[in-house]
């Protein structure tokens, strides 16, 4: 019963360093999600997938990039760090991309550091 | 574009107190609404849902309902326990002209419950 599964918790990166984020679900789930949550501020969304294969660019995109080649994974890629990558990063996932049935089961999240 | 606006926190409560955390909404079409919580160093948790105007959504002795005169889905619960100590995020996604559902977050609502 394992959900959503994110690693690592937790990271520093120096600036300019690059790191690839993990997410699993094991829910079967077609559609995963990548968000970043800043202090006092609602979630952004990054990237979305509605499928193995397929991707597509959220609200704040630049400076990530993402594969889906399964559709347990959904790994988020960091190049070229920066400090305004500095958040705290989460997956999620959802049976139908309207959720509004089951809405959207949350990983436990990345807290990331860039300095 | 769809927007979420929730009250700003902390909201500082006694236990057994009542609660309200506002949040109204702006969106294109006949959005569904969401109640998040999350609990330090987790993940958000679905709380309650509506779909459809003048729907309550209900859970853990939490309320919310749709209110579509007033773009409004205000969070309630008649008596706090320390254990509802959490930040609170209404959400919304709504079907887009493009044929996807895309979710917005407002920024979270801190609640803190003391004994």
């Known amino acids: 019963n394992a959900g959503v599964t994110q690693t690592p918790k937790f990271r520093i990166l120096k600036i300019g360093q690059s790191m690839t984020l993990q997410c699993t679900q094991d829910?079967?789930?077609?559609?995963m999600y990548w968000y970043r949550q800043d202090p006092g501020m609602g979630l952004k969304l990054i990237y979305y997938s509605v499928g193995a294969g397929i991707t597509d660019k959220g609200e704040v995109p630049n400076g990530y990039n993402v594969s889906r080649s399964t559709t347990e994974d959904f790994p988020l890629r960091l190049e070229l760090a920066a400090p305004s990558q500095t958040s705290v990063y989460f997956c999620?996932?959802?049976?139908?991309?309207?959720?509004?049935?089951?809405?959207?089961?949350f990983g436990s999240g990345t807290r990331l550091t860039v300095v | 574009g769809n927007s979420v606006t929730q009250m700003e926190g902390p909201v500082t409560l006694s236990e057994e107190a009542f609660l309200t955390i506002n949040c109204t909404y702006t969106a294109t079409g006949y959005p569904s609404l969401f109640w998040y919580v999350q609990y330090p160093g987790e993940g958000l948790q679905l709380l309650l849902k509506?779909?459809?105007?003048?729907d309550k959504g209900s859970n853990k002795g939490f309320e919310a309902t749709y209110r579509k005169e007033t773009t409004s889905f205000h969070l309630e619960k008649g008596s706090v326990q320390v254990s509802d100590s959490a930040v609170y995020f209404c959400a919304l996604t709504s079907l887009s002209s493009g044929g996807s559902y895309i979710p917005t977050f407002g920024r979270g609502t801190s609640l803190i419950v003391h004994p």
């Open positions: 999620a996932s959802s049976y139908r991309q309207d959720p509004s049935s089951y809405g959207y089961t």
């Open positions: 829910m079967n789930h077609n559609y």
């Open positions: 509506a779909t459809k105007a003048d």
